[in-house]
């Protein structure tokens, strides 16, 4: 039976698939020239919806072997990540660096709390404790949602072996230095970020975005009511 790809997509994939970029384009998650709301507020013309990755199990498997290939001579225990799209990366690294070790490496992930910060549920935190950690994630930004990871799995007596991402949106800011702790990225993409009061976008006209990102809270709160509306 021929997978999702096909035969003639699938000679296409194999050019690239070593390339992140490539293959999030490839399923059309990688929105340029447009005008979005990102988890923080700020106003960004590019957007990478991993969601349309996750649609597609074989190539979401291969973004985890490229993770799991990176650290396949590193000891390491355990992969953490955040729920949500980090369930399905910690899940796909944690089995194909198992298949390179030969030993079972779990597969975990923290969950974020009304205070928006990630904590182990279900009893994880007892199978954090003592271990080598890797701890995943699919895009960064800020680094600040990766470190609160980080700051779990050190809460429950695990040791952060590193940090990897899929994409650095912000590898200026966002590095082993900044974070204080080993980090590095499957790819990198700079995304500039603009304060909502100094957005060329907002400035030239150009539509915000509400099919993704928070473009459509961001217009509930911000837009202009019409006092006229009957």
Same mark, same amino acid.
């Given at each position: ?48 919806? @991993?969601?349309? =990755?996750?649609?597609?199990? %074989?190539? &979401? !498997?291969?973004?985890?072997?490229? *993770?799991?290939?990176? $650290? ?30 030969? @030993?079972?490496? =779990?597969?975990?992930?923290? %969950?974020? &709390? !009304?205070?928006?910060?990630?904590? *182990?549920?279900?009893? $994880? ?106």
């Amino acid at each position: 039976m021929e997978s999702l790809l096909g035969k003639r997509d699938k000679r296409k994939f194999k050019i690239n698939m070593t390339n992140v970029i490539e293959i999030l384009k490839k399923v059309g998650a990688l929105l340029p020239n447009g005008h979005f709301v990102g988890t923080n507020g700020g106003h960004i013309d590019t957007y990478i919806n @991993k969601d349309m =990755l996750f649609l597609h199990p %074989e190539l &979401t !498997s291969k973004v985890g072997r490229l *993770f799991a290939e990176k $650290y396949k001579d590193t000891d390491i225990d355990a992969v953490v990540a955040p729920a949500l799209g980090g369930i399905i990366l910690s899940q796909w690294t944690a089995y194909h660096l198992s298949k390179f070790k030969g @030993k079972e490496v =779990l597969a975990i992930y923290t %969950e974020k &709390t !009304s205070e928006k910060d990630q904590v *182990f549920t279900r009893g $994880y935190d007892a199978f954090v404790k003592g271990k080598k950690v890797l701890v995943v994630e699919d895009l960064t930004t800020t680094g600040a949602s990766v470190m609160k990871v980080v700051n779990a799995v050190k809460r429950a007596g695990g040791v952060v072996v590193e940090i990897c991402v899929m994409v650095n949106k912000n590898p200026g800011a966002v590095n082993s230095k900044t974070l204080g702790v080993s980090f590095s990225a499957l790819s990198e993409y700079p995304v500039f970020v603009y304060d909502i009061n100094n957005c060329p976008l907002c400035k030239s006209g150009v539509p915000i975005n509400t099919k993704v990102g928070h473009g459509k809270k961001f217009l509930e709160v911000h837009q202009p009511k019409n006092n006229n509306a009957k």
